[in-house]
């Protein structure tokens, strides 16, 4: 009943501390408000059935006895209610698992990340700066990574930017290549999915290495774009 307690503790210590990164009045604040307060509900009665005395056994048979018990822990222990049935078919999909093991993002660990991400700072440097504050350390740069997508579903402003490899910077890999040449290939690329380095190599006759490097950059250009 301890460790319930304290998974419902914590939920609710993450959900507050996203209220900030929130647009206030939005359904996402809306919808951190309610599950808060759902899972405040669900703490409190926690909380009070620990706190009964325990009542003297009657002279019940023992399948009653038992049964009457079990039904109660069983209650008390439930999955505490969500408010997901208030929320229309648009609302974001329900939180991620934590991506620590055995642990859980911390109010704390949240800031940081958000405020380091939105500055402009490497992943890695974000682990390690995450992995210096209290609690069980993250599993690598993939934890990282699946946080800031696990925000961004939740509603929390974050910079975009690739998620994966960083693309070449565009200014090494167009040298020597005419604009129009450029600009060609960023239309046939957005025009079809299936036009890459491959294509462009054969229909530019650039070098196949220099084609799949060109194609990179595009794509990560179009997708930034849409």
Same mark, same amino acid.
């Given at each position: 009943?301890?460790?319930?307690?304290?998974?419902? !503790?914590?939920?609710?210590?993450?959900s507050?501390?996203?209220?900030?990164?929130?647009?206030?009045?939005?359904?996402?604040?809306?919808?951190?408000?309610?599950?808060?307060?759902?899972?405040?509900?669900?703490? /409190?009665?926690?909380? =009070?059935?620990?706190?009964?005395?325990?009542?003297?056994?009657?002279? @019940?048979?023992?399948?009653k006895?038992? !049964?009457?018990?079990?039904?109660?822990?069983?209650?008390?222990? /439930?999955?505490?209610?969500?408010?997901? *049935?208030l929320?229309?078919?648009? =609302?974001?999909?329900?939180?991620?698992p934590?991506?620590?093991?055995?642990g859980?993002?911390?109010?704390?660990?949240?800031? $940081?990340?958000?405020s380091?991400?939105? @500055?402009?700072?490497? $992943?890695? /440097?974000?682990?390690?700066a995450?992995? !210096?504050l209290?609690?069980?350390?993250?599993?690598?740069?993939? +934890?990282i990574?699946?946080?800031?997508?696990?925000?961004?579903?939740?509603?929390?402003?974050?910079?975009?930017?690739?998620? &994966?490899?960083? =693309?070449?910077?565009?200014? +090494?890999?167009?040298?020597?290549i005419?604009?129009?040449?450029?600009?060609?290939?960023? $239309?046939?690329?957005?025009?079809?999915?299936?036009? &890459?380095? *491959?294509?462009?190599?054969?229909?530019? &006759?650039?070098?196949?290495?220099?084609?799949?490097a060109?194609?990179?950059?595009?794509? @990560?250009?179009?997708? /930034?774009?849409?």
């Amino acid at each position: 009943m301890t460790d319930a307690r304290e998974r419902i !503790a914590l939920r609710i210590e993450e959900s507050r501390a996203l209220l900030p990164f929130v647009e206030p009045g939005s359904l996402m604040a809306a919808v951190a408000a309610a599950r808060i307060g759902a899972y405040e509900t669900a703490l /409190a009665d926690i909380d =009070a059935w620990m706190a009964e005395p325990e009542e003297p056994e009657e002279d @019940a048979p023992a399948e009653k006895a038992d !049964a009457a018990a079990i039904a109660e822990i069983a209650a008390a222990t /439930a999955a505490p209610p969500t408010d997901f *049935r208030l929320v229309p078919p648009s =609302a974001p999909p329900p939180e991620r698992p934590s991506t620590f093991a055995g642990g859980v993002w911390t109010g704390e660990r949240i800031e $940081k990340l958000v405020s380091m991400w939105n @500055a402009g700072d490497s $992943k890695e /440097a974000i682990l390690a700066a995450v992995s !210096a504050l209290p609690g069980e350390p993250p599993s690598g740069v993939g +934890a990282i990574t699946g946080k800031i997508s696990d925000l961004r579903e939740r509603g929390v402003e974050l910079t975009q930017r690739p998620l &994966g490899r960083r =693309a070449p910077p565009p200014e +090494a890999v167009f040298v020597g290549i005419p604009d129009d040449d450029v600009e060609e290939a960023r $239309k046939m690329m957005r025009a079809s999915d299936r036009c &890459g380095a *491959r294509q462009l190599h054969e229909y530019f &006759g650039w070098p196949l290495t220099r084609a799949q490097a060109i194609a990179a950059v595009l794509r @990560a250009q179009i997708q /930034a774009a849409a």
